[in-house]
């Protein structure tokens, strides 16, 4: 099968990616390397750089390729970020997206898969449930929304099937811990690598589940095979919540560091959430789970290798108002 694979660089992609390939299918990844890198991508994958807004090379890829599936993992996932890069936020994350499921109609895709985000819940009951009514609280949210009821009514329309994962607070190996807006498990680690403070907004007792990539990759790789999982929603992720200051001393542990802590103020954003996984447990036969302690020590041994990264700017900012001044 010829499977396109958008933000087949990037950290979740690439780990899909080798898993595709592992189960012998040809593999297109297409990427405009903002957030992913060169090297994570799969010797076996036929690499298309380029970025998901260009309609035009869309349209290229579609018309000079037979694909038959597509896993689209490209976005900038950026949720705090996300209310004040609006454009770049809608442009990348729902423009894009739908270049991408007009050409699938257009071109008789079998499955569209998409990586959404518990994001659309916002401030929810808990532990979320895919039964849950989606009330996002920032732009990226609403974008992923939008994203999954496009599916929704282009299956309803045009007959496209399609399968959305809502995956939250993934970590492990090949995340890009030089990204000081989003993913708080590289974020440390980097801070440590630097000999420099933990930086925290609010007190630290805001809750989330960390999910470790090994869980969650071969199960979005696997779906297009199981039947069960077509236009359908699924979250999916680690289920025991920690509080931040409670990651940081596991962090502290397998980084051998214990760095001082610098409290800023609170941002923006939900305190507490997480999600049930009971329904894709049940779909696709999840018996095990990566404990924290396990998957902080991969990544910790991944990210001595690797190295500090240094942090740059997002040189786009649209609105200044409320910006935490870490950000600037």
């Known amino acids: 099968m010829s499977i396109l694979v958008t933000g087949g660089a990037g950290f979740i992609g690439s780990h899909v990616v080798d898993e595709l390939i592992i189960q012998g299918e040809d593999i297109i990844v297409l990427d405009d390397l903002s957030g992913g890198f060169v090297q994570n991508i799969n010797k076996e994958a036929k690499f298309i750089k380029g970025d998901v807004c260009d309609y035009e090379l869309i349209k290229k890829i579609f018309s000079e390729n037979k694909i038959d599936y597509v896993f689209h993992l490209a976005a900038y996932a950026a949720e705090g970020l996300s209310h004040f890069i609006k454009r770049f936020n809608y442009r990348n994350n729902l423009i894009g997206s739908v270049n991408l499921i007009n050409q699938s109609i257009i071109h008789k895709v079998k499955c569209f898969v998409f990586t959404s985000s518990i994001a659309v819940y916002g401030k ?30 282009s299956h309803k329309m045009f007959g496209l099937s399609y399968i959305i994962f809502r995956p939250h607070n993934v970590y492990g190996e090949r995340q890009n811990i030089g990204d000081k807006y989003r993913n708080v498990i590289g974020i440390f680690m980097n801070q440590i690598l630097q000999n420099k403070p933990l930086t925290v907004f ?65 941002r923006n954003e939900v305190v507490h959430a997480y999600s049930s996984h009971k329904k894709v447990e049940n779909v696709f036969n999840i018996k095990h789970k990566t404990d924290l302690q396990t998957g902080l020590k991969k990544m910790a041994k991944w990210v001595k290798i690797y190295g500090a990264k240094t942090t740059k700017n997002f040189d786009d900012i649209e609105i200044d108002e409320g910006l935490p001044s870490i950000w600037k």
Request: proline share 7%; net charge negative.
């Open 124 to 153: 929810n009951q808990l532990p979320m449930t895919e039964e849950t009514i989606p009330l996002p609280e920032d732009s990226y949210g609403i974008a992923k929304f939008a994203v999954e009821k496009e599916l929704e009514v």
């Open 202 to 266: 609010g007190d630290g007792e805001q809750t989330r589940a960390f999910s470790y990539i090994g869980d969650v990759a071969p199960v979005i790789a696997e779906s297009i095979r199981i039947k069960e999982a077509y236009n359908d929603v699924f979250n999916i992720g680690a289920d025991i919540p920690y509080t931040v200051n409670q990651l940081i001393k596991q962090v502290k542990n397998v980084m051998g560091k214990n760095p001082e802590i610098r409290y800023l103020e609170p």
